[in-house]
């Protein structure tokens, strides 16, 4: 695969200045300078027309009068200039641009309208552009500052993303004072363009960047951003911390769902489903910069406090406990051991107190040895100045156990200038220090978090996780379509039940009554006791206008009742359309539980779903979690497990556990109806009644809308399912069968065995040079994929479960074309699998819209230039490699 598109963005040879100035505090003098004094080894160019020279460097017009080539353009002039610089760019070859410009969204309908037209030219060209009202970006290793107000940091392996330069600006200058350096940061402005999505694409692949800190205030492509985010925080740690919190709806709910979950909700899910870490205050910025600049990357959430005084160990316990640490006690063996110099009972208690007049000895000895307890996770080390002991000898102790055990040791030695020394010690050696217990606490959660977390990113569930593959989506279809072309964005219950009915979800036997006599003759063949229900598309919650009646037993009562809740009706609401009312068979569970469970359109990240106590007093109770579709089984139990339901649902009293499985089972339905219903903007089935037997949903109710048009499966969801469509059985010519289908996250350990049963021709054919094993980083790189923007499809030997050969393409940014690659079996060459993989990923690539396949090829790789040319691939010469062909096919 070539390398990132982005590349000559943040490793630029070349970069145009537009608006280069010696002008005293101007935006274009301080961005000149800093790029001027970083230490940039590349050619810089000003470009301003009303100077020959700035701080004696020739100046140039524009980009005609310059004549040489340029990769990158950086433009600080004004807003009106743009549209006609950015022609330039174009005409000249420039690939990337950093706007500077403010003025304009934020100058309203003229200045939007601007942006739209500076976005036309920049895409007919194929530039892109980060900002506009960026404050640039910075590249500590290879001096490139470019930006109006960032100091070039000292070199590190921590990477920022923010959209604001104020954030950025502001962490820099701590990390000066902090011995702090960074890989990347990089202010992404208002994000016209490149937003954070395609700017952590590039950081995944960036050897430089160890971890990522974002800063996050609104998103603009969430399926992007979501892609970007879970291949970062596959390989690397990624902490957020997400503003603007508070949320009103645009749109009045019509749903419970709809006005209980909001965006921070849903916002909160999508980064803990992407591995990410999040946090809520600006002070757990430094604290979080500091850890991820360490040398750990995650722990357990069993912690060990140690200190040689009670408070701060205090303090940090009753802190751990409310961020969901465990303060766990060590081992017999490690107690009696601790016992022997510290006395006895001392070791069992979580904060251990080493006393304030302790020997300093006993202080390096307990962290050893609950380093070496399996019970314990992680060390954090409070010390507090005191004159018997020597501060810096202990440090020194301590950095001595971090370089001797793996898990990790964080310390916080409180005080001023008595402990700054130490707290050098620690900087140099990267072990996360810190001055209180509650920052020290929270880098210690942030390390517990990210490891938990990556439990959910390795999940990839496809759109049915429940054993019934298949449901009749051709009737909900209709169903929804009909209502539509009545104009009508509410479905009637019985509507919303026979959609519920074909995605296998047990629903009470109903029918709809339009007159007295009428409810009378269903009400007795349905059989009793019965509800009574109105049916308007007006009414959303019916027991609101006193539009329903329980447990009618008796026939004479149908006919009263029926005429009951129209006068009700015709009273509280005189203006509503009434379509008749729903007789429904009353369902009679002595041990029933009534929950209920939701889908919501989140205008950002699409459908999500919302679990949790059910009946009438759902908005009161408000007990429910949310989770982002496609579910499986692990993703169903978490979310009922993050709810008080969970409790609801064991044994307790009289009453037997509810079928728990069941429950499981409807969230899973559900995922498949947010899967591939996108009409669905809401959703209640409220109550869901089960008990030991099984569950049945009583009530429903869907509203609908046209979704967004897209020739992409999927594209109305924030993840993308696993595509279980993909998947076949074939048999080769000597009756060898395989499946070939999408790669999965634990097939690590078949492509571990695969590669490293290659030939070193194979592995340099492939990889273009030599390569002995795939790290741990490229094991998840190649497994852990977005099935939107890319796939890999595996040829698997069913009998032995063995990969006999791997094809897979990348998108190109320009969602037209894709990059390939493929590789298979020494022993299975000539044998058509080559063919049969490419013939597959040429599909897959023709039903996601794509219209060229495209790769590089050794030279001298006859055997796969020989299938291109079988396969009517066109070959040309690469004109910058005369080592390397360009295969390329049409495939659309």
């Known amino acids: 695969m070539r390398s990132h598109y982005l590349s000559s ?66 433009v600080t002039t004004p807003a009106k200039t743009v549209l006609p610089i950015m022609r330039q760019c174009g005409e000249h070859g420039v690939k990337h641009v950093v706007l500077f410009a403010s003025g304009f969204r934020e100058a309203g309908d003229a200045g939007i309208a601007l942006e739209q037209k500076v976005m036309e030219v920049a895409q007919s060209y194929g530039i892109r552009i980060l900002g506009p009202n960026s404050s640039g970006f910075i590249r500590p290793k290879v001096g490139l500052n470019i930006s109006c107000g960032f100091s070039l940091s000292k070199p590190g392996n921590v990477a920022i993303v923010s959209q604001s330069g104020a954030i950025c600006s502001a962490m820099l200058d701590w990390a000066d004072s902090n011995d702090i350096g960074f890989s990347t940061v990089v202010s992404t402005g208002a994000s016209a363009d490149l937003d954070f999505g395609e700017v952590l694409d590039y950081l995944v692949s960036d050897p430089d960047t160890r971890s990522i800190l974002l800063y996050i205030e609104g998103l603009h492509n969430s399926r992007r951003f979501m892609s970007g985010l879970r291949a970062a925080a596959r390989i690397k740690p990624v902490i957020a911390i997400k503003v603007g919190r ?21 916002f909160d899910e999508a980064l803990s ?37 009670a408070g701060p160990g205090v303090l940090a316990a009753d802190y751990a406990v409310d961020k969901g640490l465990k303060l766990v006690e060590p081992s017999e063996e490690t107690i009696k051991k601790l016992a022997k110099f510290l006395g006895p009972h001392q070791g069992r208690r979580n904060p251990l107190d080493l006393k304030f007049g302790a020997d300093p000895n006993s202080y ?21 100045p005191i004159a018997t002991q020597n501060s810096e000898e202990i440090a020194k102790s301590v950095i001595a156990l971090a370089d001797k055990y793996k898990k990790p040791i964080l310390t916080s030695w409180m005080g001023g200038t008595q402990v700054q020394s130490s707290r050098e010690l620690f900087a140099k050696a990267k072990i996360p220090s810190y001055q209180t217990p509650e920052s020290t606490i929270d880098a210690y959660s942030f390390l517990a978090a990210y490891q938990l977390s990556q439990k959910l990113l390795l999940q990839s569930p496809s759109k049915y996780s429940t054993g019934h593959e298949r449901a009749d989506v051709e009737a909900p279809h209709l169903i929804i379509e009909s209502a539509l072309s009545e104009k009508r964005k509410s479905l009637t219950a019985q509507e919303s039940m026979a959609i519920l009915q074909a995605f296998s979800i047990n629903t009470v036997r109903n029918a709809v009554a339009y007159s007295p006599e009428q409810a009378l003759v269903i009400a007795t063949s349905i059989g009793f006791p019965v509800a009574m229900k109105v049916l308007s598309p007006d009414i959303a919650h019916k027991s609101d206008v006193m539009g329903v009646v329980l447990n009618i037993r008796g026939a004479q009562k149908v006919r009263n009742v029926y005429r009951e809740i129209m006068d009700n009706v015709k009273i509280k609401r005189p203006e509503a359309r009434i379509d008749g009312v729903l007789i429904e068979k009353m369902h009679i569970a002595p041990n029933g539980r ?93 109550p869901l009644i089960v008990d030991e037997h099984g569950i049945v949903a009583v009530d429903a109710h869907i509203r609908v809308a046209y979704p967004k048009s897209s020739n992409r499966q999927y594209a109305h969801m924030a993840i993308h399912p696993y595509p279980a469509r993909v998947v076949e059985n074939q048999q080769l010519a000597d009756g060898t069968d395989i499946v070939l289908r999408p790669i999965r996250p634990d097939d690590t350990g078949l492509l571990t065995t695969f590669m490293d049963s290659l030939s070193s021709e194979a592995k340099y054919f492939r990889f273009m040079h030599a390569l002995h094993h795939l790290s741990p980083e490229m094991l998840v790189r190649f497994t852990q994929i977005d099935y939107d923007l890319e796939m890999a499809v595996v040829a698997v030997e069913q009998e032995e479960g063995r990969v ?62 020989g299938l291109m040319k079988s396969m009517e691939f066109t070959i040309v010469n690469d004109p910058e490699d005369m080592n390397v062909k360009i295969v390329s096919k049409r495939i659309a």
Not at 281 to 295: G, W
Not at 655 to 676: D, F, G, H, T, Y
Request: proline share 4%; hydrophobic share 45%.
């Open 9 to 74: 963005l943040f490793l630029p040879k070349s970069i145009a200045m537009f608006g280069a100035s010696d002008r005293a505090n101007s935006v274009g003098q301080a961005v000149f300078e800093n790029l001027m004094n970083g230490g940039f080894k590349g050619e810089i160019y000003p470009i301003n027309p009303k100077h020959k020279k700035i701080n004696d460097i020739k100046c140039y017009a524009d980009l005609a009068a310059l004549d040489k080539p340029v990769e990158m353009a950086v």
């Open 364 to 384: 390096p000895k307990a962290i050893e040895l609950c380093l070496q307890d399996e019970n314990i996770d992680g060390v954090v080390a409070f010390f507090t």
């Open 594 to 686: 009534e929950l209920m469970i939701g889908l919501k359109n989140d205008s950002i990240f699409g459908p999500v779903i919302s679990f949790g106590s059910g009946g009438t007093q759902v908005e009161v109770l408000r007990d429910h979690a949310v989770a982002l579709p496609p579910l499986n089984r692990l993703l169903a139990e978490k979310l009922i497990n993050r709810t008080k339901v969970k409790r609801l649902l064991e044994e307790f009293g009289h009453m037997p556990a509810a079928n728990k499985e069941a429950v499981i089972n409807i969230l899973l339905r559900v995922s498949a109806m947010a899967c591939e219903l996108p009409w669905i903007q809401e959703m209640d089935i409220n």
């Open 273 to 309: 489903r992407s591995g990410v870490v999040r946090i809520s205050q600006f002070t757990q910025l430094f604290a979080a910069a500091r850890i991820l600049s360490s040398r750990y990357r995650s722990a357990g959430k069993n912690l060990m406090i140690i200190s040689n005084g």
């Open 804 to 865: 006999l050969g791997v094809a897979r393409f990348l998108s190109n940014p320009d969602n037209i074309s894709c990059e390939f690659a493929l590789v298979v079996s020494d022993a299975r060459q000539n044998q058509g699998l080559g063919h049969r993989l490419m013939s597959k990923l040429i599909e897959v690539a023709y039903d996601k819209g794509l219209s060229v396949i495209e790769g590089e090829v050794l030279a001298n790789n006859h055997k796969m230039l």
């Open 246 to 266: 508070f949320y009103g709806e645009v749109e009045t709910p019509m749903s419970h769902t709809g006005a209980m979950v909001g965006s921070d909700e849903v």
